[in-house]
């Protein structure tokens, strides 16, 4: 499974911006796909996560103000992200889970600039 994320870039703060994330090889085996980011000097964390049927699950941080879809007919995952704030500022890698649970797989990355 190779992952593709775009949509990084910069906003300013109170801004928007929309991330995606194109699946493509042996897609029948993914269930979880999801976003992760890290900020300079910190450890990557979770953002939200989505299966396979459409049901999400979004770190508290970002309740609210993003929202995870999923497009199975494109094999993509979008993260919309409104209300950005500078603390939003990271690297947002998309990853995938196969249904065993057994592989990961991430994108390269995508940069996001939120400025004040």
């Known amino acids: 499974v190779q992952l593709q994320a775009s949509g990084g870039g910069l906003v300013q703060a109170g801004g928007s911006l929309r991330l995606s994330c194109v699946a493509s090889?042996?897609?029948?085996?993914?269930?979880?796909m999801g976003w992760y980011r890290q900020a300079p000097g910190k450890q990557r964390e979770l953002v939200a996560t989505i299966t396979s049927g459409g049901s999400t699950n979004y770190a508290d941080f970002v309740k609210g103000r993003f929202t995870i879809s999923r497009d199975n007919a494109k094999n993509t995952v979008y993260l919309q992200m409104n209300s950005l704030k500078p603390e939003d500022t990271a690297v947002y890698y998309c990853?995938?889970?196969?249904?065993?649970?057994?592989?990961?797989?991430w994108g390269q990355g995508t940069k996001v600039t939120v400025s004040s």
């Open positions: 090889g042996s897609i029948f085996s993914i269930n979880f």
């Open positions: 990853n995938a889970v196969t249904w065993a649970g057994t592989k990961i797989y």
